[in-house]
């Protein structure tokens, strides 16, 4: 479930389901879900123009739709995104 998302005023993301991504540089990017937060790696090469999010559904229950969530930031974040 993703709900209405906006771009924040430092470039992040916001969902109005309560959850939110930043990034931190160019390889690594911080999500927040409610009062929990963890960090997620990007692969980053100067020379490719994709920065690839590493992520997998997390097996904790702080963070249940992490990767459905990255993915439907991914395209709002500046720059070019993918998660893999």
């Avoid at 692969?43 to 249940?64: C, N, V």
């Amino acid at each position: 479930m993703v709900g209405e998302l906006i771009i924040a005023d430092d470039d992040g993301i916001v969902s109005g389901d309560g959850w939110a991504v930043h990034v931190l540089g160019p390889t690594m990017l911080e999500y927040c879900y409610g009062s929990a937060a963890c960090l997620v790696n990007v692969g980053y090469a100067p020379d490719q123009r994709t920065r690839k999010i590493f992520a997998t559904e997390s097996l904790s229950d702080l963070f249940p739709h992490l990767r459905e969530h990255l993915q439907s930031a991914a395209s709002m974040l500046q720059g070019q995104y993918v998660v893999v």
